[in-house]
């Protein structure tokens, strides 16, 4: 975003001041200023020092457009346009253990305290867990 338009929106984005001093902010150029700050190789900081905003402020502002958007609801007075999603939502059913696999039920104490407690896990996981608590560096002090 050039350095001119950058300019005149900072002339459109402050339309009032409240009793206390605070700004009041135009709508539609906020949203501007939000977009810009969403543009490849945009600075926050450097755009909010352009704008004569609080860089915290403007960082809050985004992290809010970009939390409307996820949940696909419009900021007050915004438009939000339609985009096309590259994410397809998936939904997992959980699966019954095959008859055919063994449950296992195991239980360890090792040196240090810790109690590993696998119990109703097929083989498969067990081995896992087993095999990763294998290849644990472990310190002189607790070989035995």
């Known amino acids: 975003m050039s350095d001119s338009h950058l300019s005149e929106l900072a002339q459109r984005l ?8 605070r700004s009041i902010y135009d709508e539609k150029a906020k949203h501007e200023l939000i977009m810009a700050c969403r543009e490849p190789g945009a600075s926050l900081a ?3 020092r352009a704008c004569g905003v609080n860089a915290n402020q403007l960082a809050s502002w985004v992290r809010q457009y970009e939390r409307s958007v996820a949940q ?3 900021l007050s007075g915004e438009v939000v346009e339609a985009q096309a999603s590259d994410f397809v939502p998936v939904r997992i059913e959980p699966t019954e253990p095959a008859a055919a696999e063994p449950v296992v039920n195991l239980q360890a104490r090792l040196p240090n305290g810790v109690v590993l407690d696998l119990r109703g896990c097929d083989l498969g996981q067990a081995c896992s867990v087993i095999e990763a608590l294998g290849r644990v560096r472990c310190s002189a002090s607790t070989k035995g």
Do not use: E, L, S
């Open 14 to 21: 402050v339309v009032g001041r409240k009793r206390d001093g």
């Open 46 to 48: 450097k755009v909010a």
């Open 72 to 74: 696909n609801t419009p």
